[in-house]
Structure formats: C-alpha cells, structure tokens
C-alpha cells in the first residue's frame, strides 16, 4: 500500500528545491493557529538548514543527542551526506508536500538543507500508550492473562511473541479518507484460505468513510449481515486467544488504538467456546462447553416456557410444583407474561447499571440489586418468587457466554421470545425457536455458514466444536474452512497404543 | 425451456443430504394418523403392509433413478417436455405443481387441526396459518441451501421425540398381535395403500435430482431415506397397536400422538403438549420443501420469479386456510391427496419409464442412422 | 426485493395481533380439578363431586370441594362452575371416583368421553367407592388433615409401585375394556374413621360392576397382567408337616397348629396356555421366586427337605387360592384374567366378541400349577 502511494506521488510535483522561508511560510499556513510546530533554522558552515517537527509527537531528547548534535557538526552539508552522518536508523528522503504533511502528523522529524531537492526525515516518534494488563472484560482462570492495548506497536509485539513464525503475515491496511487509521490483517500465509485473506481485504480496502472509530464498528462494517441481531466476528483482547485463533488458520485484524481483536470468519461456536476448554483437561473441557450450549438454551428458553405453561397449559405443570407456582401466582396482580416482561427488565436494569457505574459503586448496585430489590419486589407481591428463581436461573446462564456480545444478544432474543409464549403459548416458543434456526442458518461470517459445521455438516469437525477430544485427537484443522494445510500431525503416530507390558 | 437446467456449482448439495430430504417429506403429518387407516384395512397384520408398502417404494424410487438417469441433468418438468412435447409436458408439468400444492395445503390444515384438538380449541386457523407460512416465506427465501439446512437440523431436533416412545412401548400387549398373519392378501395391499399419503413425498427426487453434486452416490441416501421412514412409520403403528385395544385404535384419529399422552417426567407432567409443538419442527421442512417445488416448478416452466409465486401461492393459501377450519372438510381434503398421490407418486414412473426409454432408444437409432 | 420482503412480514404480523391472540388460561383464574366423584342420582342424572385447587390470595385454603349435577360429566361441570367464582379445567385430573350403584350401570359413558378429551390426562387413576363417591370425598374432606385430593391420589399411586394392586389408569380400563375377552377391575374405596381406605377389588363385566373380591386377591389379578416385583405376600401354613423336622428341644412348648409367613416377591410372573380349544382348558403356570422375610414359628429352612415341604404347601395354599377366586369368578361371570384373550389367538379365525366370551366363561376349566422358590431366607434362622 505504501510503496504504491509513494509511486503514484512522485509523479506530483516536487515543491523542491525551494528557499527555507517558503518552505516555513507554506508549513504554517497548513498549521495555522497551531502553536505545536517547531520550524528551526540554522546556518551551518554556510549553509542555511531548517529542522521541523510537531513538538509532542517526537521524543526530544533523542532529537537533541542524536539529530540536532550530530547535524551541527557535518562540516560537508548535502542529503547523503546527513544521511551518513546522523546516527539514526530508518532516516529516508522525500520531495513531495503532502508526504511532508502525512509523516509529520506521526512523529517524523524533517530536515532541509536549502536549495537541495531533498528533503531528510526519521522517525523520533514518541506515543503515549498504557502498559498491557490483564484482561478486563474476556477473564479466563487458566491461561495467560495478557490482553491486548491501544497501542498497535505493543500489540503487535505481542503477537509476534506469541507466533514465532515467518509464516505468519501482518498485512497493513489504511483506512479512513479524512483521518487515516491503521489496521493489520494476519494470518499464517501456509495455512489460512486465499477466499478468506481476499475477501477480508477487499472488504477492508472498499471502506469508505472518513475515520474508523473502534473495532466494534469496523467489525460492523465489513460483517456479512447487518439486520441481524448475532454478532458475526468474535472480538477478543486475548492474545492467546487470537493466537490460537490464527494459528488455527482463521484471520485476525488488529486496529490501532484499539484494544480489541477481529477474529474471522467466526461460527456461532466461536462464540460459545472458551480458551480454557484448551486448558482444561478434555474431559472437563468438554463438559465445560456442554454445559455452555445448555446454559445458552436455558437461558433462551425456560423464562418463555414458564410464561407459556402459566398462562396456557397448566396441564403441563407437575402436580407437586402446580401448588408451589400456583400459590406464588396468585398474590400477583398481573398476568404472567407482565410479570416475567417486567422482571427481565428489572434484571436487566441492574446489569445496565452495574456495568455503568464506577466499579466500586457497581458492586454495591449488584447486591441492592440481588438482595434487597428481589426481596422487596416478592413481598410486594409483584411477582412470584417461582419467577425469580427462573429469571435469575436464565440470567447467570447467559451470563456464561464468553463472548460478552453473545451473551447480549441471547439476552435480547428473550423478549421476543416470551412475547412469543405469551401469545401462542407453546406454539409460540416452537415458532420462535424454528424462526432462530432459520435465521441463523442464513447468516454467514466472512462468506462462510454461521452454523458451520453442522450445516454444512462436517463430521470431522464436530470433535473441536462440540467438545474437546483429547489432543491425539485433533490431528486436522477446521476442513469447513478449507485451510492449505488440514492437518496438524499424523494421528496415527499419536494415538499408536502399546500392547500391555511393552 | 430447457430439458437439461444448468445449475449453478455453488447452488448443488451433496448427495448426502437426499436421505434427510426424503425421509423429512415422508415423514410429516402423516405418520401421526397412519396407524388408524391402516390398522383398519389390515388389522393386527398391520406392520406386514407397511413392509409391503416400504418394498414398493424402493421399487418407484428405482424406476425413478431409471428415468432420470437417461437425462444428463434433467427433472421431471424437463423429462415430460422432452417426451410428450411442449404443451402436453407443461400441461402435466402443472398438474403435478396443483399437486403439490394441494400435498401442501393439507399438511398445514392436518397440523392447524392437530393443534386445535390437542392444545388451543379455540384459536382460529387463520393465526398458526400465518405463523407456519411466514415461516415457510423466511426460509425459502434463503435458497434451497437454507431449505436443506433447515431439513437438515429440524431432522436431528425432532427426533429425540423417539424416546419419549419408551414409556408406552413398554406397556405394549403382545396378544394385540396374536394370531399372526389373518388378513388376506387384499386386505394387505389395500393396508399397503393406506400408506400413500404417509409414504408420499419421495417424489421431490424427480425435482431435486439437477441439484445433486456427485450423482453417481445419490442412490444410497434415497433408499436409505426412505428406509428411515419406513422404520418410523412401523415403529410408530405397531406401538399404537400393541398399546390401544383395536376398538380404540380404529376410531383414534391421531394415534401416534396419543400415544405421547402417558408420557410424564419429573419436570413436564404432560408430553403430548410438547410433542404437538415439536411436531412442527416434523412437518415444517415437509411444508417447506413442498413449497419450494412449487415456486421453482413454476419457475422452470413459466419463467415467472420464485419470489412472487412464493407470495402468491402464500396469499391463496391463507385465504383456503381461513375458509377450510372445518375438521370433515380437511379429512376428505387429505383422502383426495391420498388419492391422487397414489396414481402420481406411486403409478405414474412406471407408465413414464418405459416410453422414456423407447424415445431414447429411437434417439439413438435416428443418430446412428444419420451419422 | 428485500423491501417487499419486510412489507410483507409488517403485515402478517398486523394481520396476527389484529386477529388476536389465544384466550389465556391463568394459572390462578382456574379452579384445577384435582379429585372427582361420579355418582348417579335420580333420573339419570349425574352428580359431580370436584376437589379443586383455586389459587386466592385472600383464602389461605389451598382444595375445596364443588358440587354439580347435570346429564352429562361436561354439564355437570359447567354446573359446578356456576358455584365457583374460579374456572374449572379438567387437565390435572389425577384421580375419578365412581358410586358403587353409577358402577354397576356401567362406567363406559364416563370413561370414553374422558378418553377422547385431549385434555384430559390418561394417567388419571380410577376407583369405585364401597357408597356413593361423594359421601368418600367429603368425608374424607372434613377428616383428613391432608388435602383429600392428593391423598386419594397417593394412595392409590403408592399402592400400585408397591404392586399391591393392578395399575388402573384411565388408559388400562378402557384398554382392558375394549380388549376382548378380558374384563375390567378397579379398586374399592371405603370410609374407616373417616379417612378413605383400599377396601377391595371391584370386578366388572363389560363396563359394569358385577362383585368384589378381598383385596389380598389382588395380587393374584396382578401376577397375571405383568410381572412383578417386590411385593410382600404373607401365608398362613399348617404346622402338621414340619411337626418333624422341629428342633427338638423347643418341640414341647411348641403347640401352635399354624405358621405365618411373610414373604418378599422377587419376581413373580405367569404363564397361561389353552390345552384343549375344545373343552376350553386353559393351564397356568405362576411362579413365584420369594425371599423369607419373616416367619412366625422356628421352622429349620436350612434343611432342604423342609425347605421342599415349606415350598409345597405354600404351593398348595396358593393353589386353593386362585382356585377359590377363580370360582368366585366365574360366578360373577367376569375374567379379569384375559382367559378370553388367549381364547381369541387361540380360536381360528382370532374374533371372539365380549358377549361370546361371557357365554363360555362360567364353562372353562383351569389349571393351576403354582410354583415357589425360595431363593433366601434373609437373617432369620
């Protein structure tokens, strides 16, 4: 991308040579009422020289000891000359205006002999960022805690780190028309699909739009569906998620200042696996997951179903239970599906509010929230204490999601859900369950299914979505992505067995 | 029109999926009234017709691959053209798509009626007519892939149905059965054609077949799907017989369904509810693969848009939906499909193949005679 | 295109609310019959006995008892729900009682329509009472402490795991009805103290009662439709055979002329087959395997020639047993047994009508062959 730019650019007119007082004048009419640029002249052994640069973007004190000292001393002033002398690295030459303009706003340090038709730049870039921490939003018990920062450098650093590979590409990509930002695609050249890496980067390069805010929104952007109410990429601040992810042969983006990883193409699966599933050993890892794909049907479906046997089919009720919930009922004034609308919204209320407030002020609103309000709402009589229990059942389900958009999204679908119920009653539920199914099975994340590889079915790919088998057992790559490289080891050598006493 | 449809590569399927495509359009609201009108021809000889009627359709869907096989990638709109010309092949082209459409309407009143008996007496027909069609509108406009996923999923989440069936199969009386092998042969046959309309729906194969990507394994999934209905279809009639008395079972209009009734676990007291609404992620892919071969017949023969016939057809049949509540109007609506599913699924290959096979072999001596 | 697509589903949605939905049915605007009585009273007419769950926040009591009366089980109801500020629903019905006299005009005008209601559970238990079943429900209701539904259902439930008396459900009468060849049986209630216990077996033919038989005769009906298990079972035995084999030291004392057993029921199951189609002889075979569990006098099991005797007369006991019942039944000209069943596979042609059978019943001669096993004798000596 680069290079191309700097091709096209040359063609444009060098504003070089030109007289040092020009050159200022021209600078400052660009950064007018702009105080921050630092336009210094100086006559060395005859020759009048300027050094320009914006004054926070650049470190100064390495600009002193290893620009400005040295260059007073060069007694032969000329561009390779300068070049030679200045003990800096990465020092290169340019002749066009804008490209002037570009690299100043990141940190480059420009010098100008007069009259040659030059100029020379290095990068003394200083850039605040925070020190990588521990993930605050994805937590894990297990594993590296490390997340992703702001800063691309750092995380790219520490995806290097993490994927000691020259297979692994990190592909630059600049979008924005008014503001540039920088966005990195990466992948393992050797293994990932060419449909996918083509496809994320056309999407990326058609982007038209002056200023990419956040990876969320670029996420939003280049999705394949945008009416429905699924995330389609998994955002992640893990690295070692997005590691294994890539290494796995899908793609990553990184985009500067952002903390957060675009992991794609990514299956309703993704979403609901946890890098701790890896760490566990197989069997508690696959009963992890399990329990995960149970929580999320619970969570979806045991609200509506409460609201659809109270209000239609008592039939369904156990007797034993029958009096329990009928007994809780009948203090309540309103119909059940009010009731369970109004106590999800309670819930959901307080989780608003929790993740709002200050975490010191949230932890208080969860126990208020807990405690007291649940107390005080059932001896108020506004809803049953059965219902409570459900609620609260359905909500630290979802709550299991790992991806914290996921567990949004299966909180959402509950609405319509016991809108639904309370509707058609069980009929209702079907129709809503059968509605998801077909929905979800028109989605599709970077081109491929979102139900993958259940639809289309891929037998050899069940064992890394819907449990874990031991590692023996993973000896091939995902085969619903067609990756160049399916297989990850010979199995048979894995899982050769001893006779008894060998 | 075309003999031969170019289909898209990215628009076939594996042949793998024409087992769950057979078996989810045979199995659909018929095998939950089966057991009643075959339990009347053929008595507690019951499970032999349905081994008769199972051989049966092996036999059609071998004259079918027969047919289709003499074509280099034809169904059977291209097929009838081909052979009887353009008029009469189109003309039995559409009488086929009225077929279809009427198999249609009567799996969605047999299922509004189902659920009017079982769990909402007094909810209009109108409602659950608009629920299921819009269903069928959403999916259909996902392609046929989304069609055959949906066949695809709806088949493994309806299916753990099976054993809820444990319960009433323990209390099954084996002297229901006894004394073996009383029906006369007539009895059999007309036992045999009581499954018609349950069996019916194979014939989707004539239409899907351009679809399949590797032909050559496409038989193995058909007959196995039609194996897998078998078994659910015997398995459900000779339940209900060894469960209800045969005075009981004659007169049971939705047997199979009954049968879910004594089912009770610790957290659902009633199944039958459950199994009533489950029962539309049954006859959903049915409905909705019946409505696919209705737009894209009419498509392939008139050209006419799949989206518009799709909303078309939808409008009529809500309209017959809010008229057609009354349960003796369904009942001989679903006699009449049966009917003239018989001669259409289950006679007319045979009529068809041999003529195929006369034009093509004079074809081919009209090739070789001019070269 | 994807615009006519939304246009589309606007309006089927319009079209769905506009309609309306389903009349809901909340929990607590219902009276959930739990328990209910059938009896006939004069002129035909039906008498309703409903124990009803009602939900209200004013009235801390959970059952009450409803009374209608009308031509038929529905109307009854619908008369019932003139008295009631709740809606009656019959889906949770776990238990129906019938009148002793509604009993012998026959219960199949009851039982069918309940039958063919898809509302109506098929698990639901049936029970005759010894009197009318109001006079059982409402005494029971004003006596026991519990609430009368759950306990009439309890104890019929208990004692059909513990395989004490058949399972009589709603779905095994009617199927047993329309069975040919084998007659219906049901349960007998009857007040004690005012709080209702099993009484005996009632028996029908067709759909009508027609006697009753103790209920320690259950359990023979019972071994012949299933087999079971873990059921107790309690003999009384002459002492006369074991005078013998008695330890010696304790024969003095010992002047008792009969032993009792009580016994445990490992598996028990039969076996019938019709011998001579002609003369209509049936033979069953019904075996026990035991265990002791407790045992009145010190006979020495150990010993395996006791242990033999101790088998045989306890064979013999059952044996006049089934013989006194089957009398009895063929008296009351109805066969619980399903000897007519067997008939019927047996008969060329396999058709045989309930009126058949009951013209030949009182005919049939069975034999019964008993056989027990004791496989242990747990801690006693």
């Known amino acids: 991308m680069r290079k191309n730019r700097r091709r096209r650019n040359t063609q444009t007119q060098s504003i070089f040579p030109i007289k040092i007082d020009k050159l200022e004048k021209l600078l400052k009419d660009k950064f007018e009422k702009n105080p921050d640029l630092i336009f210094s002249t100086f006559e060395i052994g005859g020759k009048n020289v300027c050094v320009f640069y914006l004054s926070y973007q650049v470190k100064t004190e390495r600009l002193d000891n290893f620009l400005l000292k040295p260059l007073l001393n060069i007694s032969d002033l000329s561009t390779p000359n300068i070049l030679n002398e200045i003990p800096i690295g990465g020092g290169s030459t340019t002749d066009t205006f804008e490209e002037i303009l570009e690299d100043l706003l990141i940190g480059n340090v420009f010098v100008y002999v007069e009259d040659e038709d030059k100029a020379v730049f290095y990068l003394i870039v200083r850039k605040e960022s925070r020190d990588i921490s521990k993930s605050e939003n994805e937590s894990v018990v297990l594993g590296p805690q490390i997340a992703f920062s702001e800063s691309l450098i750092t995380n790219l650093n520490v995806v290097r780190w993490s994927i000691r590979s020259t297979d692994l590409v990190l592909e630059k990509i600049m979008i924005g028309k008014r503001a540039k930002t920088e966005v990195r695609i990466i992948y393992m050249k050797s293994i990932v699909n060419d449909k996918h890496i083509n496809t994320m980067r056309q999407r990326l390069q058609d982007l038209d739009l002056d200023k990419v805010d956040d990876s969320h929104v670029l996420s939003q952007l280049i999705e394949d569906s945008s009416s429905t109410i699924f995330p389609q990429y998994y955002l992640t601040e893990l690295v070692d998620r997005f590691s294994y992810t890539v290494s796995q042969g899908r793609i990553g983006v990184l985009v500067e200042n952002n903390p957060q990883a675009i992991l794609a193409p990514s299956t309703i699966f993704s979403f609901l696996e946890s890098t701790e599933d890896m760490y566990m050993r197989w069997n508690a890892g696959s009963f992890l997951r399990i329990l995960r794909f149970i929580a999320m049907f619970i969570s979806f479906i045991l609200t509506p179903l409460y609201v659809a046997a109270v209000t239609y089919h008592y039939e369904l009720i156990p007797p034993r239970e029958l009096i329990t919930i009928g007994q809780s009922r009948a203090i309540v004034p309103f119909p059940p599906i009010i009731e369970a609308l109004f106590l999800e919204f309670l819930i959901e209320l307080l989780r608003e509010a929790g993740a709002r407030l200050p975490s010191k002020v949230g932890q208080t609103i969860g126990i208020v929230g807990g405690v007291i309000i649940g107390q005080a709402v059932v001896q108020a009589g506004l809803t049953s204490s059965i219902l409570i229990i459900v609620i609260a059942f359905s909500a630290l389900a979802s709550f299991t999601a790992p991806s914290y958009e996921m567990g949004t999204t299966v909180r959402v ?48 790919d069940l064992n890394k979505v819907l449990f874990r088998p031991p590692y023996a057992y993973q000896d091939k790559r995902f085969l619903s992505l067609r990756p160049k490289d399916l297989f990850r080891f010979k199995k048979s050598e894995a899982v050769k067995k001893h006779d008894i006493d060998e | 029109m075309e003999i031969n449809p170019k289909i898209k590569e990215n628009l076939r399927i594996r042949a793998f999926y024409l087992f769950f495509i057979i078996t989810s359009i045979q199995v659909g609201v018929g095998i939950m009234g089966a ?12 499970w032999l017709s349905i081994i008769i009627a199972f051989v049966y359709v092996l036999l059609v869907i071998f004259v079918m691959f027969r047919i289709l096989e003499q074509y280099e990638n034809a169904d059977i709109f291209g097929i009838q053209v081909d052979i009887f010309g353009k008029w009469l092949g189109k003309i039995l082209g559409t009488l086929y798509i009225i077929y279809f459409a009427a198999a249609l309407l009567s799996v969605i009143l047999t299922y509004i009626d189902v659920v009017k008996v079982f769990i909402f007496p007094e909810i209009s027909s109108l409602i659950i007519g608009v629920l299921l069609i819009s269903l069928i509108i959403y999916c259909i406009y996902g392609g046929l892939k989304v069609i055959i996923g949906v066949v695809f999923i709806f088949f493994f989440s309806a299916h753990w149905l099976l054993f809820l069936l444990y319960e009433p199969a323990i209390r099954m009386e084996l002297d229901h059965f006894q004394p073996f092998f009383q029906a006369s042969f007539p009895e059999l046959l007309k036992g045999a054609r009581a499954t018609a309309y349950s069996f019916a729906g194979f014939e989707i194969l004539l239409l899907i077949y351009p679809f399949i990507q590797n032909k050559e394994s496409a038989k193995f999934p058909a007959y196995f799907g039609a194996f897998w209905s078998f078994g659910l279809l015997l398995i459900g009639t000779v339940i209900s017989i060894g469960y209800f008395s045969a005075v009981q079972l004659k ?8 049968l879910f009734k004594i089912v009770s676990l610790p957290f659902v007291e009633r199944f039958d509810y459950i199994v009533v609404a489950e029962w539309m ?78 034009k093509k072999r004079w074809q081919r001596k009209k090739e070789s005679e001019t070269r | 295109m994807r615009n006519t697509l939304r246009l589309v589903v606007l309006s089927l949605l319009l079209i769905t609310s506009l309609t309306g939905c389903v009349e809901p049915k909340s929990i607590e605007d219902l009276g959930i019959i739990n328990t209910r009585g059938v009896d006939i009273i004069e002129d035909d007419k039906i008498e309703t006995t409903l124990v009803i769950y009602k939900f209200d926040s004013q009235n801390q009591e959970l059952s009450s008892l409803v009374f209608g009366e009308g031509k038929t089980i529905k109307g009854a109801r619908q008369n019932a729900n003139y008295k009631t500020s709740f809606q009656l629903t019959p889906g949770q019905i776990r238990f129906e009682l019938f009148g002793k ?37 409402t005494q029971g209701h004003e006596g026991a402490a519990v609430q009368i539904g759950k306990y009439l259902f309890e104890l019929i439930e208990q004692n059909v795991e513990d395989n004490i008396i058949p399972r009589v459900t709603l779905q095994d009468f009617l199927h047993i009805y329309y069975d040919y060849g084998h007659d219906p049986y049901l349960p007998v209630l009857s007040t004690v103290t005012k709080s209702p216990t099993l ?32 059921a107790s079972l309690e003999v009384q035995l002459p002492m006369q055979p074991f005078k013998k084999y008695m330890k010696s030291e304790r024969q003095d004392e010992n002047d008792e002329d009969t032993a009792h057993a009580l016994m445990k029921i490992l598996r028990g199951n039969s076996k019938t087959k019709l011998t001579n189609l002609q003369n209509m002889q049936f033979q069953t075979e019904v075996t026990f395997n035991v265990t002791m569990l407790e045992l009145s006098e010190e006979i020495d099991l150990k010993n395996p020639k006791v242990k033999e005797i101790f088998e045989k007369e306890v064979e013999k006991n059952f044996k006049k047993q089934y013989e006194q019942l089957f009398k009895k039944l063929q008296e009351f000209n109805s066969d619980p047994f399903g000897y007519g069943t067997i008939y019927r596979i047996n008969k060329p042609g396999g058709k045989l009508t309930d009126a058949e059978w009951h013209n030949k019943f009182p005919d049939i001669n069975v034999d019964f062959k008993i056989e027990f096993i004791l496989k242990g004798h747990g801690t006693t000596p």
């Open chain 1, 413 to 460: 679908i509950r609405f319509p859900m016991i809108l639904l119920a309370g509707m058609f009653g069980l009929i209702g539920i079907m129709y809503g369950l059968c509605f998801l199914v077909i929905h979800v099975l028109k989605l599709k994340s970077l081109g491929e299914p979102y139900l993958s590889p259940i639809y289309p079915f891929r037998w050899d």
């Open chain 2, 35 to 46: 057991p009643m009108y075959i339990f009347t021809e053929a008595e507690q000889d019951s």
């Open chain 2, 251 to 258: 007169e049971l209009e939705w047997a199979v369904l009954s």
């Open chain 2, 281 to 358: 992620m049954v006859a959903l892919p049915n409905m909705i693969l019946l409505m696919w071969a209705i737009t894209y017949g009419i498509k392939r023969m008139y050209k006419v848009p799949q989206t518009k016939t799709l909303f078309i057809t939808s409008f009529i049949l809500l309209i017959l939906i809010a008229f057609m509540s009354n349960h003796n109007i369904i009942i001989r609506l679903t006699d009449l499909v049966a009917k003239v599913g018989f001669w259409v699924v289950y006679v007319y290959p045979f009529i068809l193949f041999p003529i195929v096979l006369l």
């Open chain 3, 101 to 137: 006299e509604t009993a012998e005009k026959g219960l199949l005008s009851f039982v069918d329509t309940q039958i063919r209601d898809a509302r109506v559970s098929d698990t639901m238990y049936l029970a005759i009472s010894e009197t009318t079943a109001k006079d059982v429900i």
């Open chain 3, 199 to 230: 009484s005996a077996i009632a028996l029908f033919q067709d759909d009508k009662y027609v006697g009753q038989v103790p209920l320690k005769n259950a359990l023979l009906i019972n071994v012949f439709n299933k087999s079971i298990e873990n």
